[in-house]
């Protein structure tokens, strides 16, 4: 695996430093997981079965589980021998508690000169809302995302998912990779840091580099485009939806093939991307009609073969059945020690030669500890 032989020290609540940390491990690092006392914040937050919680099942594959106690001397003791053998250490501990537990880059560079830091905050490290608490939400409104989502006459949303989040992880990995790069090159730790409002501006790189360009605000347009139409969803005899989408003449003319209705093709009101858009109410409606004829199975069968945009919109239990997802390895079955077979989360990109892989489970709560106090070996 690309990562083999690089050790990462995860020491993340919640999604966004663990599951950055997860990226890692997905690609063969061996990540720790050093919870405090009782565990961390991802434990008990939402719905849960057993000992665990879906937030904290979703995000912490492949990983080994260690408890450990900063606040104490001995905590102290075993991280700094954890961080001499450690490559990357990932976390979202906040000042001052994180020069309190011994997190802050000058502490860890002294049990490891070469170690990489990387800390994820709401706002930054640095600059005026330096230090306030904060989660995804929190970003998504900060970050104008949260005004650009929804229907245009109603009220501002945030995304369904955690979003910046999710973002926020995918940016650690990436500060982590790039930091080892340039370590290998010149022999130099460094700490790196990541804002999840940073992460929210870099979503919407389209809608502001068109505010930034123009000087006006893009619409807020629900499940439409604002640059073309068709662009909605549909709902189905069954009452199933689909999303469907012609962004170009060619693709327009396939779906009304598609519908049977070639009369949508040669109308006047339709017949430029320009007057589509100018007409989408209308557009709308005749489409609405069409998909309301025959349950969404048979209507995607007929889409798919014609080669035109459609997706269905899937429900949680239609996006596990689905055959490509299964393909992709999305939806990997690990063994765990305490709920057997379990559906996980799987791993959103794959390598042609040098492929990651599930390898472990999300722990159970301290289950490697001593494990990792064993591989250690006896204080000097």
């Given amino acids: 695996m690309p990562l083999s032989g690089i050790r990462v020290l995860d020491l993340g609540s919640m999604v966004a430093a663990p599951l950055g940390a997860t990226l890692l491990g997905d690609m063969g690092a061996d990540v720790i997981k050093i919870e405090p006392p009782g565990g961390e914040e991802g434990r008990r937050i939402g ?3 057993g000992d665990d919680t879906g937030l904290y099942v979703g995000v912490n594959r492949n990983k080994r589980g260690m408890e450990l106690d900063l606040s104490q ?17 990932i976390h979202n501990v906040r000042s001052p508690a994180r020069e309190k537990l011994g997190l802050d880059y000058a502490a860890l560079a002294k049990a490891r000169p070469d170690i990489i830091l990387v800390t994820v905050s709401t706002y930054g490290d640095s600059g005026p809302y330096a230090g306030r608490p904060g989660i995804d ?9 949260m005004a650009a989502t ?27 990779m790039l930091a080892l790069w340039a370590r290998a090159r010149d022999g130099q730790g460094q700490a790196a840091e990541v804002a999840l409002i940073d992460g929210v501006v870099h979503l919407q790189s389209v809608q502001l580099g068109e505010y930034l360009l123009t000087g006006e605000p893009p619409p807020r347009t629900g499940n439409r485009s604002p640059f073309y139409a068709p662009y909605n969803t549909y709902t189905c005899a069954d009452g ?11 693709f327009y003319r396939t779906l009304c093939q598609a519908l049977d209705a070639p009369q949508l093709a040669h109308d006047p009101r339709f017949a430029t ?8 109410d209308a557009l709308d409606l005749e ?5 309301a004829r025959e349950p969404r199975a048979a209507l995607m069968r007929r889409l798919h073969s014609a080669d035109v945009v459609a997706a269905p919109v899937n429900d949680f239990p239609a996006v596990r059945a689905d055959a490509q997802l299964q393909h ?17 989360p799987g791993i959103p990109l794959r390598l042609g030669r040098t492929t990651g892989g599930i390898r472990r489970p999300p722990p159970r709560l301290g289950q490697h500890t001593a494990e990792i106090l064993n591989e250690l070996g006896p204080r000097n």
Avoid at 240 to 250: G, I, M, P, R, Y
């Fill in 240 to 250: 199933h939806q689909v999303h469907l989408a012609a962004f170009n003449d060619k």
């Fill in 137 to 145: 939400p929190s970003a998504q409104a900060l970050g104008g995302l």
């Fill in 47 to 49: 719905p849960r079965r």
């Fill in 328 to 344: 992709n390895g999305m939806l990997p079955v690990v063994d765990h020690p305490e709920h057997g077979p379990l559906v996980i």
């Fill in 273 to 280: 991307a320009t007057s589509r858009l100018a007409n989408r």
């Fill in 287 to 291: 489409l609405a009609a069409l998909c």
């Fill in 73 to 89: 001397p001995h905590g102290q003791d075993v991280l700094r021998r954890l961080v001499a053998t450690a490559d990357i250490v």
């Fill in 150 to 176: 929804g229907e245009p006459d109603g009220p501002a949303l945030k995304a369904g998912a955690a979003v910046a989040d999710v973002t926020a992880a995918t940016l650690v990995a990436y500060s982590a």
